[in-house]
């Protein structure tokens, strides 16, 4: 995961803390797809609720999510140049890649040929899922490079 | 001065010695890091020429070994 990628890379002398910076960015992406999931579930099961009060908690998971992303910026912040040159790319790649699957699914579903099971395009979790999964891919070839 | 069409060239591979400058005084590669503030990933990918390094970091390194920048790092043209 991003969390260990992140701590192998880093020099001796700092591990430690960078590892308790880790834990804590791991702990609230914990909270933050736990909160994401409740809150699916109970958006989904509750169609009558007032709109002000169903956009409120499914916009709920973003607080944790923030939390986490502060997180993630600080352990970018102390990465060393070369793991920042692959970060750039691996996120690079990552971003491009998500319009692209986004846009094809979009432009599919709009002449009717779309996936079933997603006849509205890629849902806001989709994004992140595709986005990680192509963050993952994209680190990896970027990290084999400079092996 | 004849104009060089950059965009069309592949970068201008650099040569360093980091490795035997290293050797020579037995450090390890995470050795090496720790003191530069680096990772070992790094310090590898230097030594390999898969990466070059900064413009500060070569100082870093220059100062590190005593040495002149000219003297660690030199292109193969």
Known sequence: MIEESIADTKPRSGRDSKLKKDLAATAWLGVTTVTYLVTLFLVQDNPNWAPLLGVGMALLPLLPGIMYLRKLWGSFQSLDEMQRRIQLEAWSF??????????????????????????????IGGVFITMFMLWSIGTAVAKARYR | MEYRNRSRQSPLPVKNKLRE???????????????LSVSRQTINAIETGKYDPSLPLAFKLARLFALPIEEIFSDVD
């Open chain 1, 94 to 123: 990552a971003m491009a890649g998500t319009v692209v699957v986004t846009t094809v699914l979009n432009v599919l579903n709009a002449h009717g040929l779309g996936w079933e099971d997603y006849p509205h395009g890629l849902e």
């Open chain 2, 21 to 35: 400058l290293r050797a020579a005084r037995s450090w390890s590669q995470s050795n090496l890091a720790e003191q």
